[in-house]
């Protein structure tokens, strides 16, 4: 860590000119940045629907130096998308980031991007770290066949075939 140490001393005199100094007082300055935030999936990997992204137990997990103010913004390079903005403080330990349906609504299909950045009490700032993954808010049915089978004792069978 880097750590800078001053002292101060206060100087005072009367009114016969007598000089006296205090004692010391000695001030550490942190002028160490945090290390940068640690991002994951919680247990999802791949390209991520809605109901993934907005799962109640958070779909991203956000590790922070302890005590730190972490800014995350989450982002999706889809049209109209709008970004979503959380602070969140560093526990030492992975934190869930929930999302809502609402949230969730606000992000278009595309590329999602969360950035987070992490700041010490004493005002330092780290550098930023990402994570990127694919959204689809629906999986779309691009193509649909439908076949009918006649069974010999007339039952109608029908099957539906998802191009994916």
Do not use: W
Request: glycine letters at 10%; charged letters at 10%.
């Amino acid at each position: 860590m880097l750590f800078r140490s001053y002292q101060f001393r206060g100087l005072v005199s009367d009114v016969a000119g007598n000089l006296a100094f205090s004692l010391p007082v000695t001030v550490v300055v942190d002028a160490t940045p945090p290390a940068a935030p640690t991002l994951a999936l919680n247990g999802l990997s791949g390209t991520l629907s809605a109901a993934q992204l907005s799962q109640s137990n958070g779909a991203i997990l956000v590790s922070a130096e302890s005590g730190s103010s972490v800014a995350v913004t989450i982002s999706s390079s889809g049209a109209g998308s709008v970004p979503l903005n959380r602070t969140l403080t560093g526990s030492g330990g992975a934190q869930a980031i929930v999302l809502s349906n609402t949230d969730v609504a606000n992000l278009k299909d595309g590329t999602v991007t969360v950035t987070a950045r992490a700041t010490d009490a004493a005002g330092n700032q780290g550098d930023p770290s990402t994570l990127s993954f694919g959204f689809v808010a629906q999986p779309v049915r691009s193509e649909e066949h439908t076949s009918e089978l006649q069974s010999p004792c007339n039952l109608v069978c029908r099957l539906l075939l998802e191009k994916k």
